[in-house]
């Protein structure tokens, strides 16, 4: 490679380093071809990318940001998965595949400029994706609604039982005729003290 294209491919590493949120380092010896393209795949539907570079280009693009804590990773056969969105399915894909995938073998990485360990990574992997923890958080917000909603039908029935009970009862004692009685004899006798007043 010549010494300028050596010195563009460091510049791109660059920033791509640093606009990367997190960063993973895997050696991938031994994955077919098939094998790559089916991660590549599974890490773009997750918002991330895996690089095959040049490790002496990319440990000079980290020294020169700054990421010293993983310059250790550039030996041997290592590619970059660059995550840019949720970190969290992008550590699923990476667990999953290097569980199915013996000959890829994460190393480390970073994480918002922080050091990020295997022990990290798997606790990552193990999160509820975004869309999982939203769902789960409409759902709290759902459940007291839900529940007010039915404790108000449940109260609306238990009143509607009392009120149905009550009239029953004053039926069984004749409260209620007696009292459609008694308006029914005091509206005759206001007729007739009307009638009398003419």
Known sequence: MVREDKVEAVKQLEEIFKSAGTLVMAEYRGLTVSQQTQLRKDLKDAGASF?????????????NVGYKDIL?????????????????????VLKEFSKENEAFIVKGGLMDQEPLTMEQLDVLASIDSRDVLLAKIAGGFNAPVTKLAGTLKGVLNKSGFAFKALIEKKES???????????????????EIKKEEE
């Open 51 to 63: 690089n095959v570079v040049k490790m002496s280009l990319a440990k000079r693009a980290a020294e």
């Open 173 to 191: 004692t004749g409260e209620i005729s007696s009292e459609s009685e008694q308006s029914e004899v005091s509206d005759e006798a206001e007729e």
């Open 72 to 92: 250790e990773y550039f030996a041997g056969p290592t590619g970059v998965a660059v995550i840019e969105s949720d970190p969290v399915a992008a550590a699923k």
